[in-house]
């Protein structure tokens, strides 16, 4: 077919690096309120939650789901969606958008084509950049799905950006790479 072919230059880091962080934001929307879910039943039993009678269980990932839309509104799914997407930006954008990249860095000169081991390598380095990176917008994104399950409801962050700074004033900056 004309016009249809692949193009024949390979896209620039640039343009791999903004598609890989809008592919990630694009799966993220899809999936944010499973992750929400996922984070509600992982602090169910935390101690700063106390367990009253009429405290809020959650059962299965559905079941959680349905008791946050029914207690909190559906918004609820998607409380923290903003360091959600922040994190999906850097995190992808680094870990798939520039792999090829530092795979060529791990390439021996002249190679007909890349090994194993190179791409293993450039793999675990995109990879923990990428982690080390994106840690702070994890950090903050769990705490907005979090935020929630407190039984006097009150929310510690007016929004995203003073989360980041609530917890750089109160933990210090490595508050922000905890976990």
Request: aromatic share 6%; with cysteine.
């Amino acid at each position: 077919m004309v016009g249809l072919k692949p193009p024949e230059v390979p896209p620039t880091a640039g343009i791999r690096f903004v598609s890989a962080g809008l592919a990630g934001c694009i799966a993220d929307l899809c999936t944010f309120p499973l992750d929400t879910a996922k984070v509600r039943l992982q602090i169910q039993g935390e101690v700063r939650i106390p367990r009253t009678i009429g405290a809020v269980r959650y059962r299965g990932v559905f079941g959680t789901l349905s008791t946050m839309v029914r207690m909190e509104g559906a918004r609820s799914l998607y409380s923290g969606l903003a360091a959600g997407l922040q994190r999906q930006m850097s995190f992808a954008s680094i870990r798939i958008g520039l792999y090829d990249s530092v795979k060529q860095l791990y390439t021996p000169k002249g190679a007909e084509s890349t090994g194993l081991a190179p791409r293993v390598l450039a793999g675990c380095t995109t990879g923990a950049v990428a982690v080390a990176c994106a840690q702070p917008t994890d950090v903050v994104k769990v705490r907005f799905q979090a935020n929630g399950a407190l039984l006097d409801g009150a929310r510690r962050y007016s929004g995203t950006v003073d989360a980041y700074r609530t917890i750089a004033r109160e933990e210090g900056v490595r508050g922000l790479w905890r976990g």
